[in-house]
C-alpha cells in the first residue's frame, strides 16, 4: 500500500504514520524527520533547510522532491510505504505523481487527519520530542518521564514548536497544504479521520479508512 498522510502540525501525524506503518510492514517515510536527521549531523542539506524550519516556513519544493524521490526510489518502498509530511505543495504532489508512474504504481489513499485549531495550539505548546530517535511526547508524559525518553535521549522542545513558528506552521497548512486536500479529493483518494481521542482509537479509525479495519 502506498499511504499519503496529511495533517496539520501537531495532528498526529508522526504518531499514526509510524503506527500505521508497522501495521502495514511498510517504511514510515518522514521528511520532517529526514531533515531534523540532516540538521542534527550537520549536512549542507540540514544547514539549508535550518533556515526555513526555525521560521516555519516550508523548505523550497526542488530540496524536498530530490530528498522524497531519493528515499522512495529505495528497494525497501518496493512494497509500498507511508508518507509523513510529503508531499506539501500540489507542486509536490504532481512530481510524486511522476515519480510512482514511472516505476508503474500508484497512491493507494490519501488519509488527512482532522484536528481543530485550538487543540492544535495545545498540543504543541506541552510538546516534547527526543532529540535521538524523534519520538513525540505529550506535555504529562514529558513530566511524569522527566524528560527522558525510552531510548535513552533527551526530551527537548523543537525550535520550530515555539508559539511564532506555530502560528506560521498552521498558516502555511492552511494556505498552502489546504490546496492539497482539494487536488487530491478531486482525484477521489482523499479519506478524512477525526484525528481526536486517544491514539487507539485513531489508529482504527485510519485503518479502517485505507482499508486494513479489524483486529491487527
Ligand atoms: P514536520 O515534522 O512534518 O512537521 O516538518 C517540519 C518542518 O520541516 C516543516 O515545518 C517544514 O519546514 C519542513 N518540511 C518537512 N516536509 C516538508 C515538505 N514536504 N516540504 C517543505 N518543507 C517540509
Request: charged share 25%; proline share 4%.
Amino acid at each position: 500500500m502506498r499511504v499519503v498522510l496529511l495533517g496539520a502540525p501537531g495532528s498526529g501525524k508522526g504518531t499514526q504514520g509510524v503506527r500505521l506503518a508497522a501495521r502495514l510492514a511498510v517504511p514510515h517515510v518522514s521528511t520532517g524527520d529526514m531533515l531534523r536527521h540532516a540538521r542534527a549531523t550537520g549536512t549542507d542539506l540540514g544547514h539549508e533547510a535550518v533556515r526555513y524550519m526555525d521560521r516555519g516556513e516550508l523548505v523550497p519544493d526542488d530540496l524536498m522532491v530530490g530528498l522524497a524521490g531519493e528515499r522512495l526510489s529505495r528497494a525497501d518502498c518496493d512494497a509500498g510505504f507511508v508518507l509523513d509530511g510529503f508531499p506539501r505543495t500540489v507542486f509536490q504532489a504532481e512530481q510524486l505523481d511522476k515519480l510512482l508512474e514511472r516505476a508503474g504504481v500508484s497512491l493507494s489513499c490519501v488519509v488527512a487527519l482532522e484536528v481543530g485549531r485550538d487543540e492544535i495550539l495545545a498540543r504543541l505548546a506541552g510538546r516534547r520530542t527526543c532529540s535521538a530517535c524523534n519520538r513525540p511526547w505529550p506535555r504529562a508524559a514529558a513530566q511524569a518521564a522527566a524528560g527522558r525518553c525510552t531510548c535513552g535521549g533527551t526530551l527537548a522542545q523543537r525550535p520550530d514548536d515555539r508559539e511564532e513558528a506555530v502560528l506560521r506552521r498552521l498558516d502555511v497548512y492552511v494556505e498552502q497544504t489546504g490546496e492539497l486536500i482539494d487536488w487530491y479529493s478531486r482525484r477521489s483518494l482523499l479519506r478524512a479521520v477525526d484525528g481526536t481521542g486517544d491514539l487507539g482509537q485513531v489508529s482504527s479509525r485510519i485503518a479502517e479508512a485505507v482499508g486494513v479495519g479489524g483486529a491487527p
